[in-house]
C-alpha cells in the first residue's frame, strides 16, 4: 500500500503559476504509473496527466496541453505538476493517484488505487 499526500496549491491570479507535489511513501513511487486529476467546483472529477513508470511517456488532457506538465523524481519519492498561464477554470481541487495496472499510466480514474486527500487550486480572473 502506498499513501500520497499532494501540496502545492493555493490562491493565485490569472497568468500566475504553481507547482503541485505528491509525494508517496508506504511503497517506492518507482512501482507505480502517476496521474493527476481535478475535480472544479460542482462537477466530476477529471483527467488532467498521467506520467508512466520510468516517466518517459505522459499524456495531458486538452485542456491543459501546453500549459502544464507533469514530471516524477522517482529516488525522490515524488511526482510534480508545473501549471502556467493558470486560467481561472483551472480552478479545483487536484489529486494525485497511483496506478499499478499498467507502466504507462491511464486517463481512467478506475485504474487507479491510490489516492490523495487533495489540494485546492484557485484562480481568480
Known amino acids: 500500500q502506498v499513501q500520497l499526500r499532494e501540496s502545492g496549491g493555493g490562491s493565485v491570479q490569472a497568468g500566475d503559476s504553481l507547482r503541485l507535489s505528491c509525494a508517496a511513501s508506504g511503497r517506492a513511487l518507482g512501482a507505480f504509473a502517476m496521474g493527476w486529476f481535478r475535480q472544479p467546483p460542482g462537477k466530476e472529477r477529471e483527467f488532467v496527466a498521467h506520467i508512466s513508470v520510468s516517466g518517459a511517456t505522459v499524456q495531458y488532457a486538452d485542456s491543459v496541453k501546453g500549459r502544464f506538465t507533469i514530471s516524477r523524481d522517482n529516488p525522490l519519492g515524488t511526482m510534480f505538476l508545473q501549471m502556467n498561464s493558470l486560467k481561472s477554470e483551472d480552478t479545483a481541487t487536484y489529486y494525485c493517484?497511483?496506478?499499478?495496472?499498467?507502466?504507462?499510466?491511464?486517463?481512467?480514474?478506475?485504474?487507479?488505487?491510490?489516492w490523495g486527500q487533495g489540494t485546492q487550486v484557485t484562480v481568480s480572473s
Open positions: 493517484a497511483a496506478n499499478e495496472r499498467s507502466q504507462y499510466g491511464s486517463d481512467w480514474q478506475g485504474d487507479y488505487g491510490y
